[in-house]
């Protein structure tokens, strides 16, 4: 009996590996086709780690989503009171944020660019930075600080 299905699975085997006529007739058919192109996408290859680009950034953690240190610039800069206020911008995700250092509890920072906006708070390590929003160019991003003494300013354009 095990001999017998044995046969059975060995011929089917052979019918399954073998063409038996039909499509293989025509002239051409076992021409191995070209490979189609894969479809196109706006969005780029991102690096190892990197977790967004553009509007998926935004509202995200710079940091938490690979977009900070090797992949960020400060794109302008601005001193209100004793703080230090930047953009940093990366081009890698599209998105830029809000920094700010040597800044006191309680002192804000915002970004805003193309109707999004994103805030942070300084607590006691002294800086903070914002959430991303997705911009085309640096330039399109501008950060606000408000200190608690009062004082105002924001960046301009480098």
């Not at 076992?30 to 490979?35: E, F, G, N, R, T």
């Not at 944020?97 to 002192?107: E, H, K, L, N, S």
């Not at 930075?129 to 608690?148: D, G, H, N, Q």
């Amino acid at each position: 009996m095990a001999g017998l299905v044995g046969a059975l699975l060995v011929i089917a085997a052979a019918v399954l590996l073998t063409d038996l006529g039909g499509a293989g007739d025509e002239p051409g058919a076992d021409v191995a086709k070209s490979p189609t192109a894969a479809p196109a996408t706006s969005e780029p290859a991102l690096p190892a780690g990197v977790k967004c680009f553009g509007p998926d950034c935004t509202g995200q953690d710079p940091e938490s989503m690979g977009c900070g240190g090797q992949f960020a610039t400060t794109a302008s800069r601005a001193t209100v009171g004793t703080a230090l206020v930047e953009v940093r911008y990366s081009s890698t995700c599209g998105a830029a944020w809000a920094r700010i250092t040597q800044a006191t509890p309680g002192d804000k920072v915002r970004i805003s660019a193309g109707g999004e906006s994103g805030d942070g708070l300084v607590n006691a390590d002294k800086d903070a930075y914002t959430p991303m929003v997705a911009v085309a160019a640096e330039s399109e991003a501008k950060a606000c600080a408000t200190l608690t003494t009062g004082d105002e300013g924001c960046t301009t354009e480098q």
